[in-house]
DNA sequence: TGTACATCAGTGAACGCGCGTTCACTGATGTAC
DNA sequence: TGTACATCAGTGAACGCGCGTTCACTGATGTAC
């Protein structure tokens, strides 16, 4: 199962020829747009289904409910986070480390920017206990995760001050996605979104490299 | 209007006598309670009346629908959070500030374990851009975020790897939200609680006093 | 190139259920004398 | 201390609406010869 030519079948298991993937992929785009528009609470299959102009009946043929649109949505979000592991590999010393965090910063800001409101709810549901997106978090997010770890073991083995690696990667992730999702209403407040992507990005370079 | 002497009323602008408050408030507690057991999404006016073994009437005569309870329940919940400002005062040099960075971080974890799921509730419908829970968290969380930019400015005066004070408190509220919001998960994938609190407290106070 | 048939995809219409919401009423509590 | 009345609080019952869901059917596309 590649990721971009996935074997698709529809609620009864049939294999869908092109005309139904297409139909899918509208479903899967009015449903990231209307999730941009609706809280996910007033989100109704008949809204998904008026989007592209089609009737609840086909919408029933691709989803059995809104969970498993947005769970799809959110998974076909998912896998375009952009080269996230070539930016964190190699070195992360003076000048050039900085740059990396802050092409990091940048390209969660970015992706979160495409795709808030779906990556919103992901967080959520996850948060909430369930285990499908919680997985697909984790599997978007361990690489990452691991990734960063590994970098701060590498620059700042025996240093005490870093406690866990592991949690310190944890913490550099909380501070990409929470300022992600909160950007927006922080500049409403004042703090510009170059502020952010400098401090971020400083406090990254800082945690990894213990400089 | 005191914190815990509010004027309250009915639907109908009625002041609400001793057994008016006692089931309000026996609405409040049914909400917070099923919201953790129950997703947002899922929550019915009828549920919350049947949890607290009265009928829906009754319901409407203290809150308009969900959200309103909801709003009601995170309102009683963000008062409840304690003396963080207290906790910031002072000096943050030394084994001190590293004390009292640990002790924010530990207060901010068992204030989320303790209401989790209101609070994620709140922070999810403020991003969704409900500007009554966004004013609600913003009153709660504004007067943190500006005591930690203070005492960032005045122990990093002048120095240019913190950037902007104000998004470098963003980012330490970032991660203190995130972070109580998901260390659950993280326990699972075998970062402990306590690496947890002492990564993020080192990292706090380095960004607070650039130690 | 045309015709017949098979499969794919989409949908109208119907049904039922459960929830939101309201109102007129009952029962509980408080107050005056 | 008791009785009458006023206000407070709670609720049963009803209504309608809109959504979820399904099914039998129609129309579109593909394939064989």
Redesign the pocket.
Known sequence: MSPDEEELV?QSG??????????RKRLLDATEKLLGETKLRDL????IAREV?????????YF???DDVVLAVAEQVSQEIPGMLERIAGSWEGDEGLRKARSIVQAFIDHWDAHQAVLRVRNLASDEGDERFARLRARTMSPLLMQLAERIEEHRAGDPSVGHPAAAAAAMAAILERLAAYHRQLENLGVSREDLVESSARILHRTVTGA
């Open positions: 529809d049939r294999q869908l020829g092109p005309r139904a993937m297409a139909t109704r299959v008949i809204d102009g089609t009737s609840a009946a086909t919408f029933y043929q059995r409910d809104v």
